[in-house]
């Protein structure tokens, strides 16, 4: 027995998946058409994919959209990423390319937690933060974390007393919120020997399938070699990487950064 027909309708339906991603404004007409084939073919198409909650109808307009079918199947394939591997390679080539050490961290209660890194070859001493806790109010990757956190938790996270670990670290919720502002709207954050003295860092959100920030990607060295005026320029090294795992991610176009 001939595959071909099955196969053909397993493409079809998968074309008219694609054709309801893009818009909502179609008919079971207008299906048959983009296909070119019988209405009642794109009819048998699209009542195979409503049986499985893959294709709905509008009760306003009439018109077909993605279903609910379609949401739980990428909530599944999302639960299964880990951030983590999709990561560590593009550190290790960040890393690479700019001689310092490469982190990617994500919001772990009041602080972030460091779940991959890879040490550049200028690094001096080799200290491992996976797995590690880092303050988010004086971290870049932290700043990066708070500042696209919705607003009420964010306010929550600041309106405490927050630790001083050098003369450089801003403990104000003021002047972090300021800061915070200008992270989001630049798409970068920095950390001038804020958590060390002597340790300089730029990082760079990471988004997710919906937009969201989800991690921070972050690159740290010695003051001495990642002087104030040099960060602006590895952010934009650093925002080409991010790019990188975001997409992996499945973030939309345009929002990578």
Same mark, same amino acid.
């Given at each position: ?11 079809? /339906? ?14 079971? &007409? ?110 870049? &990757? ?35 919120? @300021? ?13 001038? @020997? ?8 730029? /990082? ?6 919906? &937009? ?7 690159? /740290? ?37």
């Amino acid at each position: 027995m001939s595959i071909s027909h099955p196969v053909q309708s397993v493409d079809r /339906a998968v074309t008219i998946l694609k054709m309801l991603a893009e818009t909502d404004a179609l008919t079971v &007409s207008d299906v048959a058409h983009r296909l070119d084939v019988h209405v009642s073919t794109a009819s048998r198409l699209v009542s195979g994919l409503r049986a499985h909650d893959l294709v709905e109808r509008s009760e306003s307009t009439g018109n077909l959209r993605l279903g609910m079918g379609v949401l739980r199947l990428a909530g599944a394939m999302v639960s299964r990423l880990d951030i983590a591997d999709f990561a560590q390679p593009v550190c290790d080539e960040l890393a690479a390319e700019v001689g310092e050490t490469t982190n990617v961290a994500i919001v772990d209660g009041d602080a972030a937690i460091n779940v991959c890194q890879a040490q550049g070859p200028g690094t001096v001493t080799l200290q491992n933060w996976v797995g590690q806790r880092t303050p988010l109010h004086s971290t870049s &990757s932290g700043k990066v974390l708070l500042a696209y956190l919705p607003k009420a938790r964010r306010r929550s996270l600041l309106n405490r007393e927050l630790e001083r670990f050098t003369p450089a670290t801003r403990t104000r919720a003021e002047e972090l919120e @300021e800061e915070l502002a200008q992270i989001r709207s630049r798409g970068w954050a920095k950390a001038i @020997e804020e958590l060390e003295e002597g340790l300089n860092a730029v /990082a760079v959100p990471v988004r997710d399938h919906t &937009s969201t920030v989800i991690a921070a990607l972050s690159v /740290a060295g010695p003051a001495y070699r990642m002087e104030e005026d040099r960060l602006p320029g590895v952010a934009k090294i650093v925002a080409s990487s991010a790019a990188i795992i975001s997409q992996q991610l499945g973030a939309p176009n345009g929002t990578w950064n």
